[in-house]
Protein backbone atom coordinates (compact mmCIF):
# COMPACT_ATOMS: atom_id res chain seq x y z
CA UNK A 1 0.00 0.00 0.00
CA UNK A 2 1.70 3.03 -0.67
CA UNK A 3 -0.98 4.96 1.66
CA UNK A 4 -1.87 8.74 0.50
CA UNK A 5 0.77 10.35 -1.99
CA UNK A 6 0.35 13.76 -3.52
CA UNK A 7 1.88 15.29 -6.67
CA UNK A 8 3.80 17.48 -7.56
CA UNK A 9 5.96 17.38 -4.28
CA UNK A 10 7.35 21.19 -5.41
CA UNK A 11 6.08 23.90 -7.67
CA UNK A 12 6.95 27.57 -8.28
CA UNK A 13 4.24 29.74 -9.74
CA UNK A 14 3.96 33.44 -10.56
CA UNK A 15 1.06 35.30 -9.95
CA UNK A 16 -2.29 34.54 -11.70
CA UNK A 17 -0.54 31.15 -12.84
CA UNK A 18 -3.32 28.17 -12.16
CA UNK A 19 -2.37 24.71 -11.56
CA UNK A 20 -3.82 21.67 -9.69
CA UNK A 21 -2.56 19.16 -7.11
CA UNK A 22 -3.56 15.74 -7.23
CA UNK A 23 -4.30 13.60 -4.22
CA UNK A 24 -4.31 9.35 -4.02
CA UNK A 25 -5.11 7.09 -1.32
CA UNK A 26 -5.66 3.57 -2.05
CA UNK A 27 -7.18 2.51 1.48
CA UNK A 28 -10.37 2.83 0.43
CA UNK A 29 -11.25 5.61 2.83
CA UNK A 30 -14.24 7.78 2.14
CA UNK A 31 -13.23 11.20 3.44
CA UNK A 32 -10.57 13.03 2.03
CA UNK A 33 -9.14 16.34 3.25
CA UNK A 34 -7.02 19.25 1.87
CA UNK A 35 -4.58 21.16 4.06
CA UNK A 36 -2.67 24.26 4.39
CA UNK A 37 0.43 24.42 6.92
CA UNK A 38 1.81 27.89 7.51
CA UNK A 39 4.69 28.71 9.67
CA UNK A 40 3.42 29.78 13.20
CA UNK A 41 0.12 28.03 12.00
CA UNK A 42 -1.90 24.92 13.25
CA UNK A 43 -2.91 22.74 9.77
CA UNK A 44 -6.58 24.87 8.22
CA UNK A 45 -8.96 22.66 6.65
CA UNK A 46 -9.08 24.02 2.89
CA UNK A 47 -12.14 22.00 1.37
CA UNK A 48 -12.96 18.39 2.20
CA UNK A 49 -15.05 15.31 0.71
CA UNK A 50 -17.64 12.72 2.12
CA UNK A 51 -17.22 10.67 -0.90
CA UNK A 52 -17.14 10.17 -4.68
CA UNK A 53 -18.85 13.59 -6.06
CA UNK A 54 -19.19 15.25 -3.59
CA UNK A 55 -17.05 18.66 -1.80
CA UNK A 56 -17.61 21.11 0.91
CA UNK A 57 -16.06 24.33 2.05
CA UNK A 58 -13.41 24.03 5.34
CA UNK A 59 -12.03 26.93 7.19
CA UNK A 60 -10.43 28.89 4.50
CA UNK A 61 -11.76 28.13 0.99
CA UNK A 62 -11.41 31.12 -0.62
CA UNK A 63 -9.34 31.12 -4.21
CA UNK A 64 -9.08 27.05 -4.22
CA UNK A 65 -11.50 24.47 -6.18
CA UNK A 66 -11.58 20.67 -5.45
CA UNK A 67 -13.41 17.64 -7.35
CA UNK A 68 -13.83 14.22 -6.22
CA UNK A 69 -14.01 12.46 -9.59
CA UNK A 70 -12.86 9.14 -8.01
CA UNK A 71 -12.90 7.61 -4.67
CA UNK A 72 -9.62 7.70 -4.82
CA UNK A 73 -8.73 10.75 -5.55
CA UNK A 74 -9.06 14.54 -4.45
CA UNK A 75 -7.98 17.32 -6.53
CA UNK A 76 -7.20 20.72 -5.67
CA UNK A 77 -7.00 23.48 -7.77
CA UNK A 78 -5.47 27.07 -7.97
CA UNK A 79 -6.94 29.01 -10.70
CA UNK A 80 -5.34 32.24 -10.37
CA UNK A 81 -2.65 32.14 -7.89
CA UNK A 82 -1.48 34.66 -4.87
CA UNK A 83 1.15 35.17 -3.00
CA UNK A 84 -0.84 34.28 -0.08
CA UNK A 85 -1.26 30.96 -1.52
CA UNK A 86 2.36 30.18 -0.77
CA UNK A 87 2.27 27.57 1.68
CA UNK A 88 3.02 23.96 1.96
CA UNK A 89 0.02 21.61 1.23
CA UNK A 90 -1.21 18.25 2.61
CA UNK A 91 -3.83 15.67 2.05
CA UNK A 92 -5.40 13.56 4.19
CA UNK A 93 -7.61 10.76 4.40
CA UNK A 94 -9.84 8.64 6.76
CA UNK A 95 -11.88 5.53 6.97
CA UNK A 96 -14.97 7.47 9.19
CA UNK A 97 -14.86 10.59 11.42
CA UNK A 98 -15.04 10.32 14.86
CA UNK A 99 -12.48 8.48 16.36
CA UNK A 100 -10.94 7.63 13.02
CA UNK A 101 -7.00 8.53 12.26
CA UNK A 102 -6.68 11.20 9.61
CA UNK A 103 -3.58 8.94 7.00
CA UNK A 104 -1.74 12.40 5.63
CA UNK A 105 0.14 12.74 2.51
CA UNK A 106 4.24 13.63 2.25
CA UNK A 107 3.22 17.47 1.41
CA UNK A 108 3.43 19.74 -1.67
CA UNK A 109 5.11 22.95 -1.18
CA UNK A 110 4.04 25.98 -3.42
CA UNK A 111 5.79 28.86 -3.86
CA UNK A 112 3.55 32.14 -5.34
CA UNK A 113 5.61 34.56 -6.56
CA UNK B 1 -13.96 29.98 20.42
CA UNK B 2 -12.65 26.55 20.43
CA UNK B 3 -8.55 26.11 20.51
CA UNK B 4 -5.82 24.20 21.11
CA UNK B 5 -2.59 25.75 22.86
CA UNK B 6 0.48 23.58 22.98
CA UNK B 7 3.66 24.59 24.99
CA UNK B 8 6.02 24.80 24.41
CA UNK B 9 6.61 26.05 21.31
CA UNK B 10 10.22 24.45 21.19
CA UNK B 11 12.42 22.22 23.42
CA UNK B 12 15.92 21.12 23.03
CA UNK B 13 16.91 18.16 25.11
CA UNK B 14 19.96 15.58 25.18
CA UNK B 15 19.62 12.50 23.87
CA UNK B 16 18.28 9.80 26.32
CA UNK B 17 16.59 12.14 28.20
CA UNK B 18 12.88 12.55 28.93
CA UNK B 19 10.49 14.85 28.12
CA UNK B 20 6.77 16.31 28.37
CA UNK B 21 4.71 18.47 25.90
CA UNK B 22 1.61 20.28 27.20
CA UNK B 23 -1.78 20.76 25.26
CA UNK B 24 -4.59 22.66 26.89
CA UNK B 25 -7.85 22.61 24.46
CA UNK B 26 -10.91 24.71 25.19
CA UNK B 27 -13.14 22.39 22.66
CA UNK B 28 -16.53 21.11 24.02
CA UNK B 29 -18.27 19.19 23.61
CA UNK B 30 -14.85 17.08 22.99
CA UNK B 31 -14.86 13.28 21.26
CA UNK B 32 -11.22 12.60 21.17
CA UNK B 33 -7.92 14.27 21.06
CA UNK B 34 -4.67 12.82 19.31
CA UNK B 35 -0.90 12.87 19.16
CA UNK B 36 0.68 13.54 15.85
CA UNK B 37 4.47 13.37 14.80
CA UNK B 38 5.54 15.74 12.09
CA UNK B 39 9.65 15.25 10.72
CA UNK B 40 10.36 17.86 8.49
CA UNK B 41 9.44 18.05 5.05
CA UNK B 42 6.59 15.21 5.96
CA UNK B 43 2.95 14.77 6.67
CA UNK B 44 2.28 13.99 10.07
CA UNK B 45 1.92 10.70 11.33
CA UNK B 46 -0.52 9.73 13.97
CA UNK B 47 0.85 8.59 17.63
CA UNK B 48 -2.38 8.16 19.84
CA UNK B 49 -5.99 8.61 19.93
CA UNK B 50 -7.74 9.42 23.32
CA UNK B 51 -11.71 9.47 23.76
CA UNK B 52 -13.10 11.33 26.71
CA UNK B 53 -13.19 8.27 29.11
CA UNK B 54 -9.18 7.40 28.38
CA UNK B 55 -6.67 8.69 31.09
CA UNK B 56 -3.38 7.50 29.44
CA UNK B 57 -2.67 5.64 25.94
CA UNK B 58 1.22 4.49 25.48
CA UNK B 59 2.87 4.23 21.62
CA UNK B 60 6.19 2.26 22.63
CA UNK B 61 8.15 5.53 24.48
CA UNK B 62 5.37 7.72 23.71
CA UNK B 63 2.71 8.10 26.21
CA UNK B 64 0.04 10.27 26.56
CA UNK B 65 -2.34 11.18 29.25
CA UNK B 66 -5.37 13.01 29.13
CA UNK B 67 -7.47 15.54 32.12
CA UNK B 68 -10.73 15.88 30.47
CA UNK B 69 -11.80 17.67 33.52
CA UNK B 70 -9.16 20.20 33.09
CA UNK B 71 -9.15 20.05 29.26
CA UNK B 72 -5.29 18.95 29.61
CA UNK B 73 -2.65 16.27 27.63
CA UNK B 74 0.78 15.41 28.37
CA UNK B 75 2.92 13.39 25.92
CA UNK B 76 5.71 12.14 27.63
CA UNK B 77 8.83 11.09 25.64
CA UNK B 78 11.17 8.63 27.23
CA UNK B 79 14.94 7.75 26.55
CA UNK B 80 14.69 10.47 23.68
CA UNK B 81 16.42 9.24 20.48
CA UNK B 82 17.75 11.82 17.51
CA UNK B 83 15.19 10.43 15.86
CA UNK B 84 11.80 11.96 17.82
CA UNK B 85 13.13 15.50 16.61
CA UNK B 86 10.52 16.49 14.84
CA UNK B 87 7.04 18.63 15.86
CA UNK B 88 4.18 17.50 17.96
CA UNK B 89 0.67 18.71 16.79
CA UNK B 90 -2.12 17.95 19.47
CA UNK B 91 -5.49 17.93 17.56
CA UNK B 92 -8.61 17.86 19.42
CA UNK B 93 -12.13 16.93 17.95
CA UNK B 94 -15.28 18.11 18.82
CA UNK B 95 -18.06 15.91 19.59
CA UNK B 96 -20.49 17.44 16.92
CA UNK B 97 -17.56 16.67 14.51
CA UNK B 98 -20.29 16.50 11.21
CA UNK B 99 -18.63 15.55 7.79
CA UNK B 100 -14.97 17.46 8.21
CA UNK B 101 -14.74 15.84 11.57
CA UNK B 102 -14.26 19.37 13.43
CA UNK B 103 -10.73 18.94 13.94
CA UNK B 104 -8.78 21.51 15.47
CA UNK B 105 -5.38 21.32 15.13
CA UNK B 106 -2.34 23.19 17.83
CA UNK B 107 0.28 24.90 15.89
CA UNK B 108 2.74 22.31 17.31
CA UNK B 109 6.01 21.68 19.69
CA UNK B 110 9.15 21.38 17.71
CA UNK B 111 11.37 18.94 19.42
CA UNK B 112 15.07 18.93 18.87
CA UNK B 113 17.12 16.22 20.34
CA UNK B 114 20.89 16.48 20.48
CA UNK B 115 23.05 14.20 20.69
Known amino acids: NAGVTQTPKFRVLKTGQSMTLLCAQDMNHEYMYWYRQDPGMGLRLIHYSVGEGTTAKGEVPDGYNVSRLKKQNFLLGLESAAPSQTSVYFC????????????FGPGTRLTVL | KNQVEQSPQSLIILEGKNCTLQ??????????LRWYKQDTGRGPVSLTI?????NTKSNGRYTATLDADTKQSSLHITASQLSDSASYIC??????????????FGKGTKLSVKP
Open chain 2, 23 to 32: CNYTVSPFSN
Open chain 2, 50 to 54: MTFSE
Open chain 2, 91 to 104: VVSGAYGGSQGNLI
Open chain 1, 92 to 103: ASTYGVIGNEQF
